[in-house]
């Protein structure tokens, strides 16, 4: 027969029962519960600027982060200021708690994405999310490519992302020491953000005739990466979306460019790349990439950065 012993009862332990009692602090521990500590406001609190917001994905997008509860600046060129005020008007109708705002800029401009930042904060409050949608393509052979193709392409898709990142992200870090004035750990604690960038399938696999557009994408993901790092400690994650043959006017050009090339007339390309190439069998829609945006500027993906996420239906697998 096995023997056993009955324990004594477990003893409650109060402030004055542990009176010279020392506990041992796991200090990796204590560290990774102050890191996750961020916190993303309620819906309705959220604000999100969206540039190349006029048509297209980036119209998708911000009128999905509108459901989602942000408040949203649309900022495209001044050329598409009609078809901004219209998205603002769609926004407002959606009838939900969420304001919109609309603010012409040249995200190839330093100054211009800066007075965009600071129109925002000051008419819909602190920025949480930046999306930086804006960009370019151009169908042309590489040996016939100028100077003025290649800096334009690089320009916008680069350096329009990198102003648009810099711009939100000195925002986001003056709204952390505003609410909490020299205390570096406790501003990032209340509040961090999300910048979120326009990549594309041809970041991960080029497309001939698209060499310099391949180029600028791939230096979006890399970019994308560097911010995660750099930022990470004021708690503000850096991620990009990577749309592959979608139903819009950047692809009608595309689709152009490719039929010249080929001989095939208008539309044929689009739907010959989609039939051969994607494994859901249709050409993407840009709800579909408002989908993945909308997880990303959302509190599930706090956790989330320094990642190009891919939404082409099965063109390209990683």
């Keep these: 027969m096995s023997s056993f012993r009955i324990l004594p009862p477990l003893r409650r332990l109060t402030p004055s029962s542990t009176s010279g009692v020392r506990f041992r602090t796991n200090p990796v521990s204590c560290h990774l519960r102050t890191l996750a500590t961020t916190t993303t406001p309620p819906p309705g609190n959220r604000v999100a600027i969206v540039t190349g917001a006029a048509r297209g994905i980036g119209r998708a997008i911000a009128l999905r982060l509108a459901r989602d509860g942000y408040s949203i600046t649309a900022s495209d060129l001044p050329a598409q200021q009609a078809q ?15 304001r919109a705002h609309a603010h012409a800029a040249d995200v190839t401009s330093p100054a211009e994405v800066a007075a965009l930042v ?43 992302v990198h102003y648009c990142f810099q711009a939100a992200a000195r925002q986001m ?46 230096a979006v993901r890399g970019l994308s990466q560097v911010y995660a790092m750099e930022l990470a400690r004021h708690r503000i994650t850096a ?46 829609v840009p709800e579909d990439v408002a989908g993945l945006v909308s997880f990303l500027a959302s509190k599930d993906a706090d956790y989330v950065t320094g990642q190009t996420y891919i939404v082409d239906g099965g063109i390209i697998y990683t």
Excluded at 84 to 98: K, P
Excluded at 183 to 207: C, E, H, N, T, Y
């Design 239 to 284: 991620n990009a979306y990577a749309p592959g043959i979608v139903d819009t006017s950047m692809w009608e050009l595309i689709d152009e460019g490719l039929g010249h090339r080929d001989g095939r007339a208008k539309g044929e390309s689009i739907r010959k790349y989609s039939d051969e190439l994607i494994a859901l069998g249709r050409t993407s």
């Design 173 to 218: 870090i003056a709204q952390q020491e505003k609410a909490n004035p020299g205390d570096q750990a406790a501003a990032a604690v209340v509040r961090g953000g999300k910048l979120i960038a326009a990549a594309s399938i041809v970041a991960f696999k080029p497309f001939a005739l698209l060499g310099h557009y391949s180029a600028s994408k791939w």
């Design 84 to 98: 901004l005020d219209s998205l603002v008007g769609e926004i407002a109708l959606l009838g939900t708690a969420v």
């Design 118 to 160: 600071r129109s925002s904060a000051d008419t819909l409050g602190p920025l949480d999310t930046m999306v930086a949608n804006a960009g370019i393509a151009q169908v042309k052979p590489l040996l016939e490519l100028t100077p003025a193709d290649f800096s334009r392409m690089l320009e916008v898709n680069v350096a329009g």
